[in-house]
Nanobody, 126 residues
Framework: QVQLVESGGGLVQAGGSLRLSCAAS????????MGWFRQARGKERECVAA????????NYADSVKGRFTISRDNAKNTATLEMNSLKPEDTAVYYC???????????????????WGQGTQVPVSS
């Protein structure tokens, strides 16, 4: 079955950096668009970054543009979220998600994603 496993979360100080990884198995990774979502306590889940199948097109939430970078390695079945200049408001549980997609499309709605990881916590201290 499809499994998405996030890693790399943990406590970080404001201004610091983290690198989240998502290891995918049970699917032909290159056939899936990938997204990173987050959910803060008491808030709805939101997409922070998404990438197309080939890694050539990306979308970012306005709140993370210029600070976060999404990438993927189809040879290693992994998706990565590099997070820099972290702020306390970035505190959330971060999830990776996969969607069966055409080559070029990038999706930012959680309704478009059929597979989800269990999430990794990222607390950012002030």
């Amino acid at each position: 079955q499809v499994q998405l496993v996030e890693s790399g979360g943990g406590l970080v100080q404001a201004g610091g950096s983290l690198r989240l990884s998502c290891a995918a198995s049970g699917l032909t990774f290159s056939m899936y668009g990938m997204g990173w979502f987050r959910q803060a306590r008491g808030k709805e889940r939101e997409c922070v970054a998404a990438v197309n199948r080939g890694g050539t097109s990306t979308n970012y939430a306005d709140s993370v543009k210029g600070r976060f970078t999404i990438s993927r390695d189809n040879a290693k079945n992994t998706a990565t979220l590099e997070m820099n200049s972290l702020k306390p408001e970035d505190t959330a549980v971060y999830y990776c998600a996969a969607r069966r997609a055409t080559w070029s499309t990038v999706a930012s709605s959680q309704n478009d994603y059929g597979y989800w990881g269990q999430g990794t916590q990222v607390p950012v201290s002030s």
